[in-house]
């Protein structure tokens, strides 16, 4: 049963950081640049960290790194397995979803300082 929970917080997390990604690529139109790149994969992959942790605190950094993970990988299966896309000039601009992990860990890790600092202050 814990499996069955775990791997279900793992897609809501996968979910927001997806949602918040695809609002800043498709309806927000961010430019096709280095930056308009990036953000939008840094802003939903601390989205879902932070969901992350806000379902555990104890296991959330690593269902966050988890998440992270598996959505880059399921990036880069779509545009590069099915899609067959080619690395392009660029490889950096090319290889964004990358940056998924470290993105959902920063999420995560700030929500828990968070928490952490928030219960030092109130304690």
């Known amino acids: 049963m814990q499996a069955v929970l775990s791997g279900l917080r793992t897609i809501i997390c996968m979910g927001v950081a997806f949602l918040v990604w695809y609002v800043l690529v498709v309806i927000v139109k961010t430019p096709q640049t280095l930056l308009g790149v990036l953000v939008p994969v840094w ?6 960290g932070a969901v992350a942790a806000i379902f555990s605190a104890r296991q959330g950094i690593t269902m966050a790194f988890a998440s ?3 959505l880059a990988l399921g990036f880069l299966w779509v545009r590069h397995g099915i899609y ?21 860990y920063v999420g995560a890790y700030a929500y828990i300082t968070f928490l952490l600092s928030k219960a030092n202050n109130d304690g």
């Open 43 to 48: 802003l939903g992959g601390l989205a879902g």
């Open 68 to 70: 992270g993970v598996l």
């Open 84 to 104: 067959g896309l080619g690395l392009g000039d660029n490889t950096f601009l090319t290889l964004w979803p990358v940056w998924f992990p470290p993105a959902f």
